[in-house]
């Protein structure tokens, strides 16, 4: 239903928050940015769900003074849609896309990035996903994610239903 979703990613954005996936993440953007030559960078992130680090990310690169857009890129139109309603006016301009199937034009856009994006595939579709990255990105692409292990998965489904509204 409409209602999981949102509870399901307003979740995802407690994560991100939470266990510093975003903080690392923007640090690394800034790092980068800041050598990139003047003028407007625009900004993919993939996989962006609600658009919550889009959002952030953005601000994060104002506050730093960088004039940027970064653009919340998801297959799901739902997951964009849910985090407009969530986000309301401050929501991040938004695209629905495939992320192996980028409708941009070659080197089209600044950066690319990702947070918590490619655990979700098999090592063969990552390949793609790089190759469509790259296409696309005329500076470059960042992306954060982690290693799927026992301990955590334990952990997450103990202390999740605890800490999560999905």
Not at 96 to 120: G, T
Request: with cysteine; charged share 25%; proline share 4%.
């Amino acid at each position: 239903s409409s209602e999981e979703m949102a509870r399901s990613l307003a979740d995802l954005w407690l994560v991100n928050r939470s266990w510093g996936g975003f903080r690392v993440l923007a640090r690394r953007v800034l790092e980068r940015v800041g050598r990139s030559p003047g003028g407007r960078l625009l900004l993919l992130d993939i996989g962006a769900g609600s658009g919550h680090l889009a959002r952030r990310l953005a601000r994060c690169l104002k506050a730093a003074g960088v004039d940027a857009v970064v653009v919340a890129t998801d297959l799901q139109w739902r997951h964009l849609a849910a985090g407009r309603r969530m986000l309301g006016g401050d929501s991040p301009p938004a695209v629905s896309a495939d992320a192996f199937l980028l409708p941009f034009a070659d080197r089209s856009v600044d950066w690319v990035v990702s947070n918590l994006f490619f655990h979700h595939f098999s090592p063969e579709e990552n390949v793609r996903l790089l190759k469509s990255f790259a296409r696309v990105a005329r500076r470059g692409f960042l992306s954060l994610d982690l290693r799927r292990h026992r301990l955590p998965l334990l952990f997450a489904s103990l202390a999740g239903r605890y800490l999560f509204r999905s």
